[in-house]
């Protein structure tokens, strides 16, 4: 007799016979600290069809039947388990009920589920809502952000304690601390030290929000997984608008590559590539000293608040074209453009508001604010001194070549990440 399938929602507490598919999205560890580290179960997260997602542990004990077949991404057919009640602290779901395994527990891979599985689920809270669940050990939620700094104590080799401390900007503007320790900061630590560019954006699971001095801080836990830029969906999504915000490039995911693809060019071989390639969107990674910066093309420029694109001044208002606003609200953005040559040639390169509010940690409108003179419009000011001081120096950066390099207008590249300086 074929057991019936139910949802994660069905379940009630006891002992399960039905079947259940579901996705599973991430796994981990879960070890006794006052015991040496003692292994004591395994616990998973998995979401079925309705994007539920359900606690699921393993035993120790029970945990080498089933381990050779734990793998994040993996669809199963599970049945046979037990139903009991979460604990009241640091709730990995939404959900009051969780799954443990017993002897009678079946847990067979699905190559073609009887509906579409979701591929991913978080549940991201905001500022706001992580300062409502500081200091309460109630939930563990998940984070996206954009990455601004990383600060690690960790050194080669690594010492007995460690810190990674990395500082994100939430959609809502506000800015928050996300702490690893020991044996995570040093993994941490490694996986970014391996990567050929700085990453942007963080999807980070299963923090605890603490409240310390009057200070938001998110702390990492063993279920704690950080996946960069486009390793999710969501991630994707956040790296595309910020891309957007701070080239003006188009919001468009074929303007993306992988960042491990990304190959090294010469300028000279990056100037014949746009003349003997065809058209299309890649990236490359260049190094070069900056030989001159054109100041009479400014250093910023009144963005659109809402497309990025430049507005234009009136005696009174400032009118964006694209939106179709005579009443636009502006944002001061950064746009430089500076002649950078290696060995072999030179071309020009355009540095926009993300790349050097990043590399100098100080916002367009602060430098306006540094500069300001009665009368003078910020874009008409003087150049910055600390992008003046650029010139002479050597950077490493990613450059993006798009359709518009090979027109018969193109004079310029777009720099969208500094590697190196």
């Known amino acids: 007799m074929a057991m019936s399938k ?14 259940v598919e579901a996705r599973l999205l991430r796994f981990w560890e879960a070890r006794n600290v006052k015991r040496g580290g003692e292994l004591m179960w395994m616990d998973l997260l998995m979401v079925d069809v309705n994007s539920t997602v ?8 029970r945990l080498p039947q089933f381990l050779d077949q734990l793998h994040a991404g993996t669809m199963f057919s599970v049945s046979g388990f ?9 709730r990995l779901t939404d959900s009051s009920l969780m799954i443990r395994f017993n002897e009678s527990t079946s847990f067979q891979e699905l190559t073609e589920p009887v509906s579409p599985l979701p591929e991913e689920s978080f549940r991201f809270r905001n500022h706001s809502e992580l300062i409502g669940l ?13 990455i601004l700094s990383v600060k690690s104590t960790v050194c080669d080799p690594p010492e007995e304690k460690n810190r990674v401390m990395v500082t994100l900007k939430l959609d809502s503007d506000e800015t928050v601390t996300l702490s690893f320790f020991d044996s995570q900061a040093v993994a941490f630590h490694i996986q970014l030290e391996a990567m050929r560019v700085d990453p942007k954006v963080m999807v980070v ?3 605890n929000p603490k409240i310390v001095g009057g200070r938001l801080f998110l702390n990492a836990t063993s279920g704690t997984h950080v996946y960069f830029d486009k390793k999710t969906e969501a991630g994707a999504a956040l790296l595309y608008r910020l891309v957007a915000r701070d080239t003006g490039l188009p919001s468009a995911a074929p303007l993306l590559k992988s960042y491990a693809k990304v190959e090294n060019m010469t300028i000279a071989d990056l100037n014949s590539f746009i003349v003997s390639a065809a058209s299309q969107e890649i990236d490359f990674l260049c190094t070069g000293r900056v030989v001159r910066i054109d100041t009479d093309k400014g250093w910023c420029y009144v963005a659109c608040s809402k497309c990025s694109k430049k507005l234009q001044r ?3 208002a400032f009118t964006c074209g694209v939106c179709n606003n005579p009443q636009a609200v502006g944002a001061l953005r950064y746009r430089v453009e500076m002649a950078i040559s290696d060995d072999t040639a030179e071309g020009t390169f355009v540095w926009f508001d993300g790349v050097l509010t990043k590399l100098h940690s100080i916002r367009a409108s602060e430098a306006a604010q540094m500069l300001a003179e009665d009368g003078v419009n910020p874009e008409d000011a003087r150049l910055p001194p600390f992008i003046a001081d650029m010139e002479g ?7 993006r070549v798009t359709a518009f390099n090979f027109t018969e207008h193109h004079k ?3 720099i969208t990440r500094i590697a190196e300086y």
Do not use: W
């Not at 139910?6 to 039905?18: E, Y």
């Open 393 to 399: 120096k050597t950077y490493t950066f990613q450059v």
């Open 412 to 414: 310029t590249f777009t």
């Open 6 to 19: 139910v949802f994660f929602s069905d379940l009630k507490a006891g002992r399960c016979s039905s079947v």
């Open 82 to 90: 037990d139903v009991s009640r979460c604990a009241q602290n640091f």
């Open 54 to 61: 359900m606690q699921v542990t393993i035993s120790a004990g």
């Open 314 to 316: 009136t005696e009174s």
């Open 205 to 207: 699971t299963s923090i």
């Open 134 to 146: 500081a200091n309460t050990n109630t939930q563990l939620p998940d984070i996206i952000g954009e």
